[in-house]
């Protein structure tokens, strides 16, 4: 069976994820229950590193790898395809998370408001 290249990538991202998406994902899991998420998640020709998609938002964690261009180029490749995005430092995740997850609920709240429903 053939994986198309993208799928592939996705699952090696999974497999080899960071401290800070590990971290980010449990915590979802266990603190956001009423949404569904995706990790690794290809919209376009990009991969975020998070996404809801009931409400087209895609969540990234930096780490200071990528270069602002870089930031700005995926986030414009995802808004054309209709997604949000929201972006989370590492050490926020680590150091941070209640304050990343108010930020993402607060988020969450107001795109589902906008379609009339809710994760």
Known sequence: M???????TARRLRRDATVAERIFWR????RCPGWRFRRQHPI?????????????LAIELDGGQHTEADDAARTAELACHG?????????????????????LTRTLDS??????GEG
């Open 2 to 8: 053939s994986v198309r290249p993208r799928a592939a």
């Open 27 to 30: 915590a979802l899991l266990e």
């Open 44 to 56: 376009g020709t990009r991969i975020a590193d998070f996404a809801c998609p009931t409400v087209k």
């Open 83 to 103: 997604h949000r995005v929201i972006r989370f430092w590492n050490n926020d995740v680590t150091d941070n998370m209640d304050g990343v997850l108010e930020m």
């Open 111 to 116: 795109l589902s408001s906008r379609l009339g």
